[in-house]
C-alpha cells in the first residue's frame, strides 16, 4: 500500500512538472505605433530571410520582428497600383513577391529593391490585371497560379512571362470567382463557392462535384485530402483519391454553428 501512495506521489508531482513546461502563448497587437498604418490586413507571407511581408488597403509591408516599414513601386501607373487594395501577397522559390491587387499584379525583389509589372499589352495579361486577383500560389512543380474574383483563374508561362486563362473551359452555370486552385498529380482543382471543378493537365474539365448548399468559404491542401471551410456545413473534406467529399460528424456537431472563413 505504501508503494502504491508512493508512485501515486511521484506521477502527481511529475504531471505538475509537465503543465510547468508547457508554452505560453500570447497575442501581441500591433498598430500604427509601430508603424502598421493600416488595420485592413489581407494577406501575409514570410520570405527566405525570415521577412513577414503584408498586403494590406493601402500596400506593402515588411515586419522584422520589431516594427513595420512601408514599400512603395515605383512601378505603379495611373490606375495599376498596389496601394488600392493589396488582396494577395506571396513569396516564391526564388524569393520573389508576388503582389496581386484588385487592378495589377507586380513583382518585387527584395534583394535588388526593384519593383516590376507584366506587360499589360498582351491581351490576357491585361485581362488579369482586370479580374481582381484573390489569391496566388504554386504547385508543387512550381507552377503559379493566380484565382480572380471576376474571371476564375490563370495559370503563369515563365517561357515569356504571360498568363493562361482557364476562363474558356468553365461552364457557363460557373461562379466567376475561384477561391483556390490545387494541382493533385494528375489532375488541377478549382475550389468555388458551389462546389470543385476537375481539370486534366490539357486544360479539360472533368468534372463537376457539386456541394448543395453551395456555401464553400476556403480550402486548405494537404497533398490528398482539400479541406473546405463552409457558411453553415461546417468543414468538410474532399477526398481526390477517392473523389467524394466527407464529412467528420464529431467535429461539424458545432461547427455547423457558425459561419468558417479560412
Same mark, same amino acid.
Given at each position: 500500500?505504501?508503494?502504491?501512495?508512493?508512485?501515486?506521489?511521484?506521477?502527481?508531482?511529475?504531471?505538475?512538472?509537465?503543465?510547468?513546461?508547457?508554452?505560453?502563448?500570447?497575442?501581441?497587437?500591433?498598430?500604427?505605433?509601430?508603424?502598421?498604418?493600416?488595420?485592413?490586413?489581407? #494577406?501575409?507571407?514570410?520570405?527566405? @530571410?525570415?521577412?513577414?511581408?503584408?498586403?494590406?488597403?493601402?500596400?506593402?509591408?515588411?515586419?522584422?520582428?520589431?516594427?513595420?516599414?512601408?514599400?512603395?513601386?515605383?512601378?505603379? @501607373?495611373?490606375?495599376?497600383?498596389? %496601394?488600392?487594395?493589396?488582396?494577395?501577397?506571396?513569396?516564391? %522559390?526564388?524569393?520573389?513577391?508576388? !503582389?496581386?491587387?484588385?487592378?495589377?499584379?507586380?513583382?518585387?525583389?527584395?534583394?535588388?529593391?526593384?519593383?516590376?509589372?507584366?506587360?499589360?499589352?498582351? @491581351?490576357?495579361?491585361?485581362?488579369?490585371?482586370?479580374?481582381?486577383?484573390?489569391?496566388? #500560389?504554386?504547385?508543387?512543380?512550381?507552377?503559379?497560379?493566380?484565382?480572380?474574383?471576376?474571371?476564375?483563374?490563370?495559370?503563369?508561362?515563365?517561357?515569356?512571362? %504571360?498568363?493562361?486563362?482557364?476562363?474558356?473551359?468553365?461552364?457557363?452555370?460557373?461562379?466567376?470567382?475561384?477561391?483556390?486552385?490545387?494541382?493533385?498529380?494528375?489532375? !488541377?482543382?478549382?475550389?468555388?463557392?458551389?462546389?470543385?471543378?476537375?481539370?486534366?493537365?490539357?486544360?479539360?474539365?472533368?468534372?463537376?462535384?457539386?456541394?448543395?448548399?453551395?456555401?464553400?468559404?476556403?480550402?486548405?491542401?494537404?497533398?490528398?485530402?482539400?479541406?473546405?471551410?463552409?457558411?453553415?456545413?461546417?468543414?468538410?473534406?474532399?477526398?481526390?483519391?477517392?473523389?467524394?467529399?466527407? !464529412?467528420?460528424?464529431?467535429?461539424?456537431?458545432?461547427? @455547423?454553428?457558425?459561419?468558417?472563413?479560412?
Amino acid at each position: 500500500m505504501q508503494i502504491k501512495f508512493i508512485i501515486f506521489i511521484i506521477f502527481w508531482l511529475s504531471s505538475f512538472e509537465s503543465i510547468s513546461q508547457l508554452p505560453n502563448y500570447r497575442f501581441i497587437n500591433y498598430s500604427a505605433k509601430d508603424g502598421l498604418a493600416n488595420k485592413y490586413i489581407y #494577406s501575409l507571407t514570410q520570405d527566405k @530571410k525570415g521577412y513577414m511581408w503584408f498586403g494590406t488597403g493601402s500596400g506593402l509591408y515588411r515586419f522584422d520582428g520589431h516594427s513595420f516599414k512601408i514599400f512603395r513601386s515605383n512601378a505603379d @501607373k495611373p490606375g495599376r497600383t498596389i %496601394s488600392n487594395i493589396l488582396q494577395s501577397v506571396f513569396c516564391d %522559390s526564388n524569393n520573389i513577391l508576388w !503582389l496581386g491587387a484588385f487592378n495589377t499584379l507586380q513583382w518585387y525583389d527584395p534583394s535588388k529593391n526593384i519593383f516590376w509589372s507584366p506587360d499589360f499589352s498582351k @491581351k490576357r495579361n491585361k485581362e488579369l490585371a482586370n479580374a481582381y486577383i484573390s489569391n496566388i #500560389s504554386a504547385d508543387r512543380n512550381g507552377t503559379k497560379w493566380i484565382g480572380t474574383f471576376k474571371d476564375y483563374f490563370f495559370q503563369f508561362n515563365k517561357n515569356d512571362s %504571360s498568363f493562361i486563362s482557364y476562363r474558356d473551359i468553365f461552364p457557363t452555370s460557373a461562379s466567376k470567382t475561384t477561391l483556390r486552385i490545387y494541382d493533385a498529380g494528375i489532375s !488541377l482543382f478549382a475550389v468555388h463557392n458551389e462546389g470543385l471543378y476537375e481539370f486534366s493537365s490539357t486544360h479539360k474539365l472533368l468534372n463537376f462535384f457539386s456541394f448543395d448548399a453551395k456555401s464553400i468559404t476556403n480550402a486548405f491542401f494537404d497533398g490528398e485530402i482539400i479541406y473546405l471551410t463552409t457558411s453553415g456545413d461546417g468543414v468538410v473534406l474532399f477526398n481526390t483519391k477517392k473523389r467524394k467529399f466527407e !464529412l467528420d460528424a464529431s467535429v461539424n456537431g458545432y461547427l @455547423k454553428n457558425n459561419n468558417l472563413f479560412c
